[in-house]
């Protein structure tokens, strides 16, 4: 974090009838004002006595402790009952730990909303917090051994269950639209050492995060469309690739949304279920499997896997709602794919369509043409000794991608290694031509033949709460995947719950404070929450230990309200 001070002054905090005095010093914080530090002066009343020498006088130590973000959280996990459904499930913790099993993964899912830090600094990270003042749960008993212990104390199959339940009961706390989710998956890389056997489920593969040369682990996420809630994941081999897994993703969703479909009191034949995919998880099997399930789907295809519908004018396409979707236009039809006649819908975006060209021409372009002329350039120089058929090779790697080979002509002329020069041009016709076709276009193909073409949009687009999830876990700052430091398959897999119930917890309070008014990112809702601080004023007697005071910091509009949308006044600090 970068700090820039800017103003140092004397804030009053009304609280009762009383006014309480700080020594504030603001900073802007990565660009944003917050207080950074905050010192207690006192009431007016003992400001005046400590000037004439007398009363309780200016403390002796002031101690500046996070509250906000910790308190929510925590909130949040106590009304649902985390702790107690895993220890419900778990059974009793092994002797000599120190807290239940419950207490220990609620807290480290704590820990990955808040501050992801690793088990073995997990205490000194709750020191820096008022979490032992309200939960009573000291750092003593926050060794990393203790965590790992209460990782060990739940098997796979009880995580399992215990998963189930606690979506069932964010659905029932929380009144959760579960009738239309979203699913996507992606990897992770880990720092396990290659010749480690103990964790299977990291193998390296194609990574989405480009660090190939590391083992990954692959997780699915199925969430709500309301709230971008996780109601399922599942954890697989990172050598596997997505679409393999999907079956597995739907025969868990099928059993976990009819349990929520019993608590919710809604009868099986009546329950009904939209899943909606991106194109990575296409397959004919796929879709059978889909259907052999009895759900629903909004799915798609690449554009330019449809020639036919690609190629058609714009007076085919008509607008979809322009108060929703703005200049959206599509077409609706039926077509042969996957092995079925389905639904399908091609839908153009003027708003894509500019995304696209600036990102064709600014990056992709940009990057084939700088590699193509720094090999124009090194052979221009006569120093290299590659043969013809090798330069030929690096220039068709260069040009691979699909849209690029259609615009980049090159030629190479000369036989041998130091009379080989590269020429190379953009073909404007090929480039108009190419925009024409494919940018700004979808086609979207769906089981729900009797949806308007704006609900199926609206369903599709959900797909980015699925996307979102995955951005947000990626995040270093907050809900984070990593660090992972485990190394065995058992505490991966429970790693990888802690994180998804992070990320649970996160959503859910961000679905309240959206229904409360306030729209906010995950990390602008714990940024805030985490501005509200616990000052410990400690003056010391004669004797004994130091009497303490605590109060919080000075807010703004908005912590006030997230206060009373979180009910953090149950875990303030009395007067």
Request: proline content about 5%; hydrophobic content about 40%; overall charge positive.
């Amino acid at each position: 974090m970068v700090y820039y001070p800017y103003m140092t002054s004397i804030v009053g905090k009304k609280r009762g009838r009383a006014t309480y005095y700080y020594l504030v010093e603001s900073a802007r914080v990565d660009g944003q004002p917050r207080i950074i530090s905050q010192e207690y002066l006192g009431t007016a009343d003992e400001l005046a006595a400590a000037m004439r020498g007398g009363g309780l006088g200016l403390p002796d130590r002031t101690r500046h402790k996070e509250f906000g973000a910790v308190a929510a959280a925590w909130g949040v996990l106590d009304d649902l009952g985390v702790a107690g459904i895993i220890d419900r499930v778990a059974g009793p913790a092994p002797a000599g730990q120190p807290l239940p099993t419950g207490t220990y993964l609620a807290l480290a899912a704590l820990n990955r909303l808040v501050a992801p830090c690793s088990k073995a600094a997990f205490a000194d990270w709750w020191k820096t917090t008022a979490g032992d003042r309200f939960t009573k749960i000291p750092a003593t008993a926050l060794d990393h051994r203790r965590f790992w212990d209460a990782m060990h104390a739940v098997t796979l199959e009880q995580l399992e269950q215990i998963s189930e339940e606690i979506a069932v009961q964010i659905v029932r706390s929380a009144g959760v639209d579960v009738s239309s989710v979203a699913l996507d998956m992606t990897n992770f890389a880990t720092f396990i050492d290659t010749a480690n056997g103990r964790a299977p489920v990291a193998q390296r593969g194609k990574a989405k995060q480009k660090r190939s040369d590391l083992r990954l682990v692959g997780l699915g996420l199925v969430v709500t469309r309301d709230g971008g809630i996780p109601l399922t994941w599942h954890a697989y081999p990172g050598n596997k690739p997505d679409v393999t897994q999907f079956p597995a993703m739907i025969d868990q969703l099928r059993g976990r949304y009819q349990a929520v479909c019993d608590v919710a009191g809604v009868p099986a034949a009546e329950a009904d279920i939209t899943v909606v995919f991106d194109a990575g998880q296409n397959s004919e099997a796929n879709f059978a499997h889909l259907a052999d399930a009895g759900l629903g789907y909004i799915g798609s295809v690449p554009a330019s896997d449809c020639p036919d519908l690609a190629a058609l004018p714009a007076s085919r396409r008509s607008a979809v709602d322009t108060d929703r979707f703005g200049g959206l236009t599509a077409y609706d039809t039926r077509r042969e794919v996957y092995g079925a006649r389905r639904r399908t819908i091609l839908t153009h975006s003027p708003e894509l369509r500019e995304a696209q060209a600036r990102g064709f021409d600014g990056t992709t372009l940009a990057k084939a043409g700088k590699k193509l002329d720094e090999l124009a350039a090194t052979l221009a120089r006569g120093k290299t000794r590659r043969g013809k058929d090798k330069v030929t090779a690096e220039i068709e790697t260069i040009t691979a991608k699909p849209w690029v080979r259609r615009v980049i002509t090159w030629q190479l002329t000369g036989d041998q290694p130091k009379d080989l020069r590269l020429t190379w041009s953009i073909d404007p016709d090929a480039r108009a031509a190419l925009e024409q076709e494919l940018f700004g276009k979808h086609v979207l193909i769906t089981s729900h033949d009797d949806w308007p073409v704006p609900e199926v949009v609206a369903g599709y687009r959900s797909q980015s709460e699925a996307e979102f999830s995955f951005r947000q876990m990626k995040d270093t700052r907050v809900v984070s995947f990593s660090p992972m430091r485990h190394w065995t398959e058992h505490n991966i897999r429970v790693h990888v719950f802690t994180c998804v119930l992070a990320l649970q917890i996160a959503h859910l309070m961000r679905l309240r404070a959206a229904r409360a008014g306030l729209r906010m990112s995950v990390r602008e809702l714990l940024r805030d929450l985490g501005g509200i601080g616990e000052t410990v004023l400690l003056y010391h007697g004669d004797r004994g230990r130091p009497r303490a005071h605590r109060m919080l910091t000075e807010t703004s509009a908005v912590q006030d309200k997230l206060a009373g949308i979180f009910s953090l006044a149950r875990y303030a600090p009395k007067r």
